[in-house]
């Protein structure tokens, strides 16, 4: 189960020709089915509330910045967690910029006070992504699951709610892993679509954990609030589009680790320098995002 | 009674709003939001700050005292 929002909304992205990276071009039937279980079971419970309005402009930034970082790194924080239970030790390393990203905001807010206020053929069959897509929106709904709200939690409340949600999903995954012989602990495991620039990794899951927490939640999140009315989080979205074309219309993506079928030589992937200088500009917007806008901080 | 108006905002904004709010003085402050979750987060943070919550649902969401 290869499940990434970035990637499924990169594939979406070219698939409505907002880029022209051949290999990534798939109307993902997960993210529809995502946001349409996370809509259908908030009106079965009456939480839809149709909202807009706060900062929406700044969200739309946020949003690219979380799929720009997250395809500089490969992946957004839920495929970062299946990664690290299948023992890909490059997950492991972007967790650290992951979790850095994540804290900046609760010393922002200690330090400063309230001034800080401030690839597209390899997929599962339609319907049954389409199924599962609803059933996971659904439950990601209802357990308010979220990748950057439960750090943010830890260190700032020290409330473990949110992180056993995740906790919970890392150990099956674990198991499921371990079972099926699919547990290989190592850097560059082939099959895995990863690279071992460490300092990008770092980086480009610090800007995800960072613009998460100023958007109020990682991108899979954002699907989420965005089927249950609101309108911010579409906006998030519609920034994580525009992200994703930029990624591969500018060569920002990074690539991965694979075997050449030819010569069975293991080519190493790599950021891209368009890649680095993004994620540096990223990391800079966030940081002004954060110091000067006093209405969109973080929680 | 002061109030914290988060109505329509979506997170974290509310919860920036409320740890605000509770930095002035310790109070009692009622913070009015749209949402279950910004609930729940609203009293987790008052909470771990050592304040007492109890929340009403209203017309267009929830109050929550914070005593």
């Known amino acids: 189960m290869a499940f990434c929002i970035a990637c499924f909304i990169r594939d979406t992205a070219g698939a409505l020709g907002l880029h022209s990276a051949e290999a990534v071009q798939y109307a993902r039937p997960e993210i529809i089915g995502l946001v349409l279980g996370a809509f259908l079971i908030s009106v079965a419970t009456k939480e839809y509330r149709s909202t807009a309005g706060s900062s929406s402009m700044v969200r739309f930034v946020l949003g690219m910045i979380l799929v720009?970082?997250?395809?500089?790194?490969?992946?957004?924080?839920?495929?970062?967690?299946?990664?690290?239970?299948?023992?890909?030790?490059?997950?492991w390393v972007a967790l650290i910029g992951f979790i850095l990203g994540v804290l900046i905001l609760s010393l922002g807010t200690s330090l400063l006070k309230s001034s800080t206020s401030g690839p597209g053929s390899m997929h599962a069959p339609i319907l049954l992504s389409l199924i599962g897509g609803l059933i996971f929106g659904a439950v990601a709904q209802k357990s308010r699951m979220c990748f950057a709200?439960?750090?943010?939690?830890?260190?700032?409340?020290?409330?473990?709610?949110?992180?056993?949600?995740?906790?919970?999903?890392?150990?099956?995954?674990?198991?499921?892993?371990?079972?099926?012989?699919?547990?290989?602990?190592?850097?560059?495991?082939?099959?895995?679509?990863?690279?071992?620039?460490?300092?990008?990794?770092?980086?480009g899951m610090y800007?995800?954990?960072?613009?998460?927490?100023?958007?109020?939640?990682?991108?899979?999140?954002?699907?989420?609030?965005?089927?249950?009315?609101?309108?911010?989080?579409?906006?998030?979205?519609?920034?994580?589009?525009?992200?994703?074309?930029?990624?591969?219309?500018?060569?920002?993506?990074?690539?991965?680790?694979?075997?050449?079928?030819?010569?069975?030589?293991?080519?190493?992937?790599?950021?891209?320098?368009?890649?680095?200088?993004?994620?540096?500009?990223c990391i800079v917007v966030c940081f002004v995002i954060a110091f000067t806008n006093n209405r969109s901080e973080g929680k | 009674m002061r109030?914290?108006?988060?109505?329509?905002?979506?997170?974290?904004?509310?919860?920036?709003?409320?740890?605000?709010a509770l930095k002035k003085g310790n109070d009692?402050?009622?913070?009015?939001?749209?949402?279950?979750?910004?609930?729940?987060?609203?009293?987790?943070?008052?909470?771990?700050?050592?304040?007492?919550?109890?929340?009403?649902?209203?017309e267009d969401g929830f109050a929550v005292v914070i005593e």
């Open chain 1, 68 to 91: 720009i970082g997250s395809l500089v790194f490969l992946g957004c924080p839920l495929r970062m967690i299946i990664r690290m239970s299948a023992g890909d030790l490059n997950a």
């Open chain 1, 149 to 203: 709200g439960s750090i943010r939690d830890v260190i700032l409340m020290r409330n473990f709610d949110l992180l056993t949600i995740i906790g919970g999903f890392f150990v099956v995954m674990l198991i499921f892993n371990i079972a099926t012989g699919r547990f290989v602990p190592a850097f560059d495991t082939p099959g895995v679509i990863a690279h071992s620039e460490h300092l990008w990794n770092i980086l």
């Open chain 1, 207 to 281: 800007a995800v954990g960072f613009a998460a927490v100023l958007a109020g939640g990682c991108p899979l999140r954002q699907l989420i609030l965005a089927g249950q009315g609101s309108s911010d989080s579409a906006v998030t979205v519609l920034g994580m589009f525009a992200g994703a074309a930029a990624a591969h219309n500018f060569g920002l993506a990074a690539s991965g680790t694979a075997l050449d079928a030819e010569t069975q030589e293991l080519v190493a992937g790599a950021v891209p320098m368009n890649g680095k200088v993004a994620v540096i500009l």
């Open chain 2, 3 to 20: 109030e914290v108006d988060a109505r329509g905002l979506s997170c974290p904004e509310p919860l920036m709003l409320t740890a605000e």
């Open chain 2, 28 to 58: 009692p402050v009622r913070v009015l939001v749209t949402e279950p979750h910004q609930k729940m987060n609203v009293e987790k943070f008052a909470k771990d700050h050592g304040r007492k919550t109890t929340s009403t649902e209203t």
